[in-house]
């Protein structure tokens, strides 16, 4: 006789060893999950059975976990915040820029090892739609690897050499849309009612003209609009990014199940984290702008407690480019009874650091701290200088006004004469007229445009600042492939027709090899790069202060551009963003003593100084 049991389901379908632990993890999550998923889809008639369905899949893929994977599921439910300290680092690469394959990156693992990296986000690696895929982020098939990139062995092999060398492979899982040519997507072109209902789809303009009322939109200039006609479909399919990426319903309890099956797939094939793409936009209300909605938060517990249940080793991570007040919701609820996300990106940090540098002052990056609030157990901030993508000035809008924004973007942009910036303007849309910005961090910081030793030499100041900032603040730090060896923009995307509309390929450069091989020659700028900034790195494993959970406040200054950050009682850094040298003495900000400095500090244009005080 069959049993809707949920828990009997997933525990059948274990084998016998694995049950008695698997229903301890149930018990302690299953309050959480089945009171979210109640709140979502507890009106259907068929949730009961719905819901056993949905543990039984889960118990299946847990009991498929291979020995190893099961070990460290172990390992890392015993220690819970083992991503946490301050020997953490990240590093986000394409494989076919970086690798060229995924064997291809296998070779270089040696070079991750040299600058200590703990966690590779590897963007996009499935399969992708055909033509034009945003970069990947059309998915085709969460099943399938990209034919050009390699095969399922090769992703086999690869996450088994990475775990070998104490390295946690990060894949992008985009949850809020699918490539038009998925399976999914071209059963509902071919008339699957089941499958079309896995779509927002609507039979004229009357109700997507409601919700553009309130909705903004990501690419006004490359892919204006939410809503595509598509004559298979005979309707409009909701495509909040770019026509070809259609939005998945998530008020179809199925879509969930698939979405979740499809996670727990790849973390059996070893990838241990998950950068959940476009968080923000998993849920649509009418007369709202259909992000950050309670029932997105909910979406997310549910696959945090699943995550927990059945691979407790994996990691969630939030892509909430979103302001700082909403970022500590995707960590989870504010009594901390459920939990989100492990990590959440920190982009106005980002954001602000870039700002301080244009204005030379760090006042937006005070207010971004002062609003960053003390994590939560066993969780941190991922913080970074640069990624794939543009920076969003609108992040900063609680902080700063549309008019400041705009100055901070013409500066990064080419439009302010003075800047030692060579960005490039990203897409903007009407009422919200602030450019995003484009470019690699060398570019951006003045290394691209240096001309002579002091230039090169402020602009190397420059990037060490950012990079110092991302390492001090408290997070989980994250290297942009390149950064670490000042590569510059690529502006051959131009004369690629599917590329020049989107100037974020500026920074998508193929990994430089002559650059590679000159890292250790400190004559030239990819060795002076890779040696101040491997230099931070070796110092900052160092300081079991700079982990993410210590503690951290900023001192008053006298001067707007001198930013100066503690780390509990033991760690100060004192960063000058600013053209300018400043002095000032250590009694008057409040910082106390500090061995191997005096009480007064000069600080040289672009300049940062940690201290420390030994335990």
Known sequence: MTTFSPQQRMLDALPLHLREQAAQRYARHAPVLLDRLQRLYGHRADFHAWYADLMG??????????????????????????????????????VQQFGGSLRGVIGRIAHLREMGVTYLHLLPFLRPRAGDSDGGFAVASFDEVDPALGTGADLLALTAALREAGISLCSDLVLNHVADDHAWALGAKDGDAALRDYFHVFPDREQPDRYEQTVGQIFPEAAPGNFTWVDAMQGWVWTTFYPFQWDLNYANPHVLSAMVQSLLRLANRGVEVFRLDSTAFLWKREGSDCMNQP???????????????????????????????????????????????HLAYHSTLMAAGWAALAEQDAGLLRAVAAATPALPPAASWLTYVRCHDDIGWNVLRAEAGAQRLAAIADFYGGGDSASFAAGVAFQTSAGR????????????????TARGPEQEAYALRRLMLLHGLALAFGGLPMLYM???????????????????????WVQRAPFDQLRYAQRHDRSGPAGRVFGALCALLERRRGLPMLAAGAPRALLETPYPALLALTRGERFLSLSNFSAQPLSFSLSAIGAGRWPGAGDAIALAPWDMLWLERPA
């Open 295 to 341: 029932e997105a938060h909910e979406l997310l517990q549910v696959l945090r407690a699943i995550v927990e249940i059945a691979a407790p080793g994996v990691l969630l991570k939030a892509e909430a480019i979103v302001p700082t007040r909403e970022l500590p919701a995707y960590f989870g609820d504010a009594g901390g009874a459920a939990r989100e996300c």
């Open 433 to 448: 007229a602030v450019h995003g910005t484009n470019g690699s961090a060398a570019a951006l910081a003045g290394l691209e």
């Open 57 to 94: 899949a889960v118990g299946a893929l847990h009991g498929a976990r291979s020995p190893d994977l099961l070990a460290l599921d172990a390992r890392r439910a015993a220690d819970p915040a083992w991503f946490a300290g301050q020997h953490m680092l990240g590093y986000s690469a394409y």
């Open 482 to 504: 390149g950064d670490e060896l000042g590569m510059e923009n690529d502006h051959t995307y131009l004369g690629h027709a599917g590329r020049a509309r989107d100037t974020r």
